[in-house]
């Protein structure tokens, strides 16, 4: 993929909007192009935009027990973070 942005096109699934993804975006991704692949889409921490990847359910399990441990002792952290 030699241009650094790719357009794409909404269009209409029922009564949502989608996207069609390239293949070489999805190779980008390191995800196998097939029907049916779960891609997690997630908030960028700084908030400056998103992350599209695969979809990991170990990863998602560590995430919330982070932000369990996070909510749990957010006194102390913010604290810290002094």
């Known amino acids: 993929m030699?241009?650094?942005?790719i357009e794409l096109k909404l269009r209409r699934v029922g009564n949502s909007l989608g996207v069609i993804l390239p293949r070489e975006v999805l190779a980008l991704?390191?995800?196998?192009a097939r029907e049916g692949e779960i891609l997690a889409l997630e908030r960028l921490p700084d908030g400056s935009g998103i992350a599209l990847r695969p979809a990991?359910?170990?990863f998602a399990?560590?995430?919330?027990?982070l932000r369990d441990t996070m909510?749990?002792?957010?006194n102390a952290l913010r604290e810290l973070s002094k």
């Open 2 to 5: 030699d241009d650094p942005s």
């Open 29 to 32: 991704l390191g995800v196998e």
């Open 56 to 58: 990991d359910d170990r």
């Open 61 to 65: 399990e560590k995430l919330a027990l």
């Open 71 to 74: 909510k749990q002792y957010r």
